[in-house]
């Protein structure tokens, strides 16, 4: 029996021990490091036209590398154009014609209207002397009342055209009014923003990489018709790779933004490639189901996102799993 009893206080020892080490010795690392697994993720961005029409052509094929600002793809742009030629013609008329008004009118239109004025005068002197003598004429009795009233419907015909001809020549010497001139630069000002709007759309029918990047899709080819905002390219941001580790909350107080961290991958098992914690979740979460062992995935989590920093090979690439070594903070 006192042999029994020692055998099991040994074991209830042994369990004790056990215990410890797997709960309390074992998860933590005694340099404050954290360890986590992940997967290599980077910013993707669908390109497409900002308007309708029909693919021209594209420049590039899936894993061409790209710069900012670079042309990628056109869409047919003759219906395009020619809209710009026409804005630019109305721009080109108004423009002349509001320097028509701001120069005045010529000296030879100005001279044409003086001549036109002393032309009204005399005809209007001669018929003032007409109705004149007629009305002597009739007065005497040597004329009829109807050849009285076509020499006075005279004389009011040439009355009328010498004022008109007078207001005519005013007009031309005194020049366009500033109304006039006004209103003629809002008519320039409309087209000269119908050709912007032309090239606008112009522009909208290219795509253009936003970014240094790489191309890793392809949606599209020439001859297809796309409607506005169709995803045409997808272009991967090289200079925004991360890995994607979760942590537990006895470890998430640990952990800083901008904190150095070391990744390390499968692949190339003798390199090593720095990073940085650029984003540590605010609330818990449980882990998702692509994380390794089915103990980890019953627990909550912190997620964060540590920011590839060394890269210059693009040894890293989407999808590859990693290894993330985060060094304890300097106090």
């Known amino acids: ?11 209830a020892v042994v369990v004790v021990i056990v215990t410890v080490v797997l709960v309390v010795v074992l998860p933590r690392n005694h340099d404050g490091e954290v360890l986590a697994s992940g997967t290599v993720e980077v910013t993707e961005t669908d390109l497409g036209f900002q308007v309708p ?31 710009r030629r026409a ?5 080109a008329a108004a423009a002349a014609r509001l320097a028509e008004l701001e120069r005045g009118f010529r000296t030879e239109e100005i001279g044409q209207g003086r001549e036109t004025a002393r032309a ?7 018929a003032r002397r007409e109705v004149e003598r007629a009305r002597r004429l009739f007065a005497g009795g040597a004329i ?22 007078a207001d005519q020549l005013t007009l031309l010497e005194s020049g366009p009014r500033v109304e006039q001139i006004a209103a003629q630069r809002a008519v320039v000002a409309q087209a000269a923003a119908a050709v912007a709007q032309a090239d606008a759309a112009l ?29 045409v390219l997808t272009v991967a941001n090289r200079a925004d790779r991360w890995v994607r580790i979760y942590t537990r ?51 909550l989590v ?9 890269d210059p090979r693009y040894d890293l690439k989407p999808g590859l799993p990693a290894d993330v070594r985060i060094a304890p903070r300097t106090p």
Do not use: C
């Open 53 to 83: 029409g029909r693919i021209d052509s594209i420049a590039v094929q899936e894993g061409d590398d790209v710069r900012a600002g670079q042309a990628l793809g056109w869409l047919d742009r003759t219906e395009l154009e020619a809209r």
């Open 249 to 299: 909350g006895d470890e998430v107080g640990r952990l800083a933004i901008g904190q150095p961290a070391e990744i390390r991958a499968d692949a190339y098992p003798d390199r090593a490639y720095r990073g940085a914690i650029a984003f540590i979740a605010s609330e818990a979460e449980f882990t998702p189901r692509n994380v390794q062992t089915t103990a980890e995935r019953v627990k």
């Open 87 to 91: 804005a630019e013609g109305q721009r």
């Open 302 to 310: 912190y997620r964060v996102k540590v920011r590839v920093v060394d």
């Open 203 to 231: 522009d909208h029918a290219v795509i253009r990489a936003p970014f240094d990047g790489q191309v890793t899709i392809r949606h599209r080819e020439p001859g297809e018709v796309v409607s506005a905002g169709m995803a």
């Open 120 to 126: 009204a005068a005399e005809r209007l002197d001669e």
């Open 144 to 165: 009829s009342r109807r050849q009285l009233e076509i020499a006075e419907t005279a004389f009011a015909v040439a009355e009328a055209q010498h004022g008109g001809a």
């Open 1 to 11: 029996m006192t042999r029994t009893l020692r055998l099991a206080a040994a074991l």
